[in-house]
């Protein structure tokens, strides 16, 4: 199935694991899909080094986001200098999306940061973080920005505590 397509779509290069990302992802997000897989035709492998009729690539897509996954081989990795927000409403909503994206070999980091066990990085947040720290209340901010430092996995309860000064 073709997805609709947008001016814009992310695509993420796996060494060969993009049918194992891909599915993995949609299992993730309750709003997802996968769309069409191509093959690498049986012309090429002195340049791409790809078996015939091996994954190519798999068009998904997550909450509405259309994402390409491309099996290209192993000369590119994942860093923290891109990431995948996911902006929660609640706690249990920030552990679901934890608890999935750092299972089976995925490492949590520092404020909200994780990496999957493909090695991307996801932000896990309160969804009401930009309003915080962008709002007219400084002193609140930098209370909050204190205790966010020190957490891994975001806390909700612990995060308006410090921004109410207790």
């Known amino acids: 199935m073709a997805l609709a397509k947008q001016k814009l779509s992310t695509c993420l290069w796996f060494d060969k694991q993009a049918e194992e990302a891909a599915t993995f992802y949609c299992s993730v997000f309750k709003n997802s899909k996968i ?10 492998q002195d340049i791409h080094g790809k078996p ?5 690539t798999v ?24 990431s ?14 934890w608890d999935a994206l750092t299972a089976d070999g995925g490492q949590e980091s520092q404020c909200g940061w994780l990496k999957d066990k493909f090695g991307l990085s996801w932000q896990v947040f309160p969804d009401f973080m930009g309003d915080i720290l962008a709002g007219p209340d400084r002193a609140a901010a930098k209370r909050t920005m ?3 430092m020190k957490m891994k996995k975001f806390d ?4 308006q505590k410090a921004f109410k000064g207790q």
Do not use: H
């Open 156 to 159: 909700i309860a612990a995060v």
């Open 59 to 82: 068009e998904f897509e997550l909450e509405g986001m259309p994402f390409m996954a491309l099996n290209a081989g192993p000369t590119f990795k994942f860093n923290e200098a891109i």
């Open 84 to 97: 995948l927000q996911i902006p929660c409403k609640t706690q249990e909503e920030i552990d679901y999306y």
């Open 146 to 148: 204190d205790a966010l």
């Open 52 to 56: 015939a009729n091996s994954v190519l």
């Open 35 to 44: 769309g069409r897989t191509a093959y690498y035709p049986d012309t090429g």
